[in-house]
């Protein structure tokens, strides 16, 4: 994956950020957990394996049609 701008924590606020990238010290070093149902969405726990913070990755779900198994 591309390395983008680092976030900084001064200008952090929720909604704010961009995927893989920790939002409290701007490290691309997230430890993911399962993805969990957020109300119609979804979100993946992490932590950062750099500053030890935590926080939700949050992800629209978008049905995009049925399948049969
Ligand atoms: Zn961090």
Redesign the pocket.
Known sequence: MKRKKRIVKNNFKDGDGQAGY?P??G?Y?LEYGDPTPYNDDLYYPWT?K??G?NGREMYYMEFIGHHTC
């Open positions: 920790c409290v010290c490290d070093n950062c750099t500053c913070s």
